[in-house]
């Protein structure tokens, strides 16, 4: 029997991972960071995104595809292919070796992928520390649509408030959506929100890493939210940040993500691919005595 690779493997599991930790998950993107998207080979990609697809039907809101790679014809190619799987969008990363040097180069790369999926509503990835291209969003959002007639919004993942304000604030005439993906700081972002109540503009919280395991925490941040006690929503968000905070310190990346959602879920996530390490059994054994202190684990153990 042919059995797909550790990874692969992994990432299928996650969909169902969403499950047993119990995200509502209004979004996700996949074939991102988290799911090492650009570590994977197109033909996996592709496997991968088909999974997600049918596995979120009736479970997930909105399944958006991440195509983003250094090859523009690959790009295109999982671009195209996300539309005939019906995903709900596409997503794209800034090309990360030879990089764009300002806006206007970024913009003609993002627009001949959004070009192959015409049909798709299209979001650009913003990931600055990781893709090295430090392309300002809100200079970005700039004239977007005209160039990008399917541009549908943002995935955030930088903890730099003023840019995503900004971006917020000079769009609020428009239909974006703004997806926030820095998990310790959402309460924030959120609060933005509020204050932008009655503007189009959407401001919310993809389901980014800590939502894996997190998510009991994060629905009643949410909740809080939206009954307005922004008292226990920040309580909920000072939890997460502790846990964070935690881990951060003892080195965390998409290794241990994958070593904390495991321990979660009971789900075998596999190993990182390399140049990837997995995550030290000390690491673990923190993060686990972290999350039981915190009551993280009472809702799976
Ligand atoms: C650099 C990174 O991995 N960022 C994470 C965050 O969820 C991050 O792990 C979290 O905020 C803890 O710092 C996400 O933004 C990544 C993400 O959403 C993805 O998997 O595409």
């Avoid at 769009?171 to 933005?192: K, S, Y």
């Avoid at 965390?252 to 789900?267: C, D, N, P, R, Y």
């Avoid at 059994?281 to 202190?293: C, G, H, Q």
Wanted: with cysteine.
């Amino acid at each position: 029997m042919d059995l797909p690779p550790p990874n692969f493997h992994c990432l299928r599991e996650r969909a169902e991972l969403l499950e047993v930790i119990g995200v509502s998950a209004r979004l996700n993107t996949l074939n991102g960071t988290t799911g090492e998207g650009l570590s994977l080979n197109v033909s996996e990609r592709r496997q991968v995104a088909e999974e997600w697809v049918t596995k979120g039907r009736n479970k997930l809101d909105q399944v958006v595809i991440h195509v983003g790679a250094l090859s523009l014809k690959e790009s295109q190619e999982l671009a195209k292919h996300a539309a005939e799987i019906g995903a709900d969008g596409i997503a794209v990363i800034a090309p990360f070796f030879l990089k764009p040097w300002n806006k206007d180069v970024l913009v003609n790369f993002l627009k001949e992928v959004a070009a192959a999926a015409p049909a798709l509503p299209f979001y650009y990835y913003h990931i600055p520390a990781l893709t090295g291209v430090k392309i300002r969003a809100e200079e970005l959002l700039d004239g977007i649509q005209e160039k990008i007639p399917t541009f549908q919004g943002l995935k955030f993942s930088d903890t730099d408030l003023l840019d995503f304000g900004q971006c917020v604030d000079q769009n609020r005439q428009r239909q974006f959506a703004f997806l926030f993906g820095v998990d310790e700081t959402g309460f924030l972002c959120f609060r933005m929100h509020m204050v932008n109540h009655g503007c189009p503009n959407m401001v919310s919280q993809d389901v980014t890493s800590t939502y894996n395991y997190l998510g009991k925490k994060t629905n009643q941040m949410l909740e809080a939210f939206e009954r307005k006690d922004f008292s226990s929503a920040l309580n909920c968000q000072f939890c997460i940040q502790r846990f964070i905070n935690f881990v951060t310190k003892q080195g965390f990346g998409v290794s241990q993500t994958k070593a904390i959602m495991t321990l979660v879920s009971g789900i075998p996530m596999g190993p990182p691919r390399l140049p990837l390490q997995k995550a030290s059994r000390e690491f673990t054994d923190n993060a686990k005595a972290k999350l039981k202190s915190l009551d993280f684990l009472s809702c799976t153990d």
